[in-house]
């Protein structure tokens, strides 16, 4: 089998869906061509950890996301959350003040992401059935409403869209770093590092931050918005 038609079995082929890699060699994750194109070195594998540009990312974190590894995001913030439903900001946390289980709990963010960008976060105790992700509307306060996330419940990490679960994580710890970026229209998921979802529902429309918080108490904190371009929702 070839899935990309560039005359390289997949089981030879180090990229199997990516064409225009006919070489890797150095053995860092990030083709030849790639690296030549940026200014890196094909035959040094010690830059695939290096952060060329500043960003927090490193060079292959930038490769796997399709990002440029010599422009860095030119904004990066904490959520100022507005469209509170049955929470509210307490010390700094966004918190469910309902004081019960409810599937109407969460609030969005204030910034709209336009073009590439993202939402980060790391894993803290806060309680269960959490979710924080990106959805390019808002119309109620429920995990379901949310179109691309990160659901942590029990101490098992899942991604769901829209409520449905795409993929099954594993156990998370406390202060694993999550992420989910928009590269082009492709929605990419990301924990301390890896990719490890990648959407198959595309989407170019202003991305916001999303979140739902099921339990009484639970909370969510620190979260931060990052992209090329951040504009008021209002």
Request: net charge negative.
């Amino acid at each position: 089998k070839d899935t990309d038609r560039d005359g390289i079995y997949d089981s030879d082929d180090a990229f199997p869906t990516d064409n225009k890699v006919m070489s890797e060699t150095d053995g860092d994750g990030m083709p030849d061509y790639w690296e030549s194109m940026y200014g890196l070195n094909p035959s040094d594998p010690g830059d695939a950890s290096l952060d060329s540009d500043g960003d927090g990312y490193t060079n292959l974190q930038e490769y796997q996301f399709g990002y440029n590894p010599t422009v860095a995001y030119s904004l990066s913030q904490p959520v100022e959350w507005i469209n509170f439903v049955n929470t509210a900001i307490v010390d700094g946390a966004l918190k469910n003040v309902y004081g019960y289980a409810n599937t109407q709990a969460g609030a969005v963010s204030s910034q709209l992401i336009v073009g590439n960008g993202g939402v980060e976060y790391v894993t803290l105790s806060g309680g269960n059935l959490r979710a924080i992700g990106l959805s390019t509307t808002n119309v109620d306060a429920s995990k379901e409403d949310i179109e691309y996330a990160f659901l942590m419940n029990w101490g098992v990490l899942y991604v769901i869209e829209n409520g449905v679960t795409r993929a099954n994580l594993g156990a998370y710890t406390d202060g694993e770093n999550l992420g989910i970026y928009r590269s082009g229209d492709v929605i990419k998921y990301m924990r301390n590092g890896t990719v490890v979802y990648t959407s198959g529902v595309t989407t170019t429309d202003n991305l916001m931050v999303d979140s739902h918080l099921y339990y009484g108490n639970s909370t969510l904190i620190g979260v931060r918005v990052v992209g090329d371009a951040l504009v008021p929702s209002n």
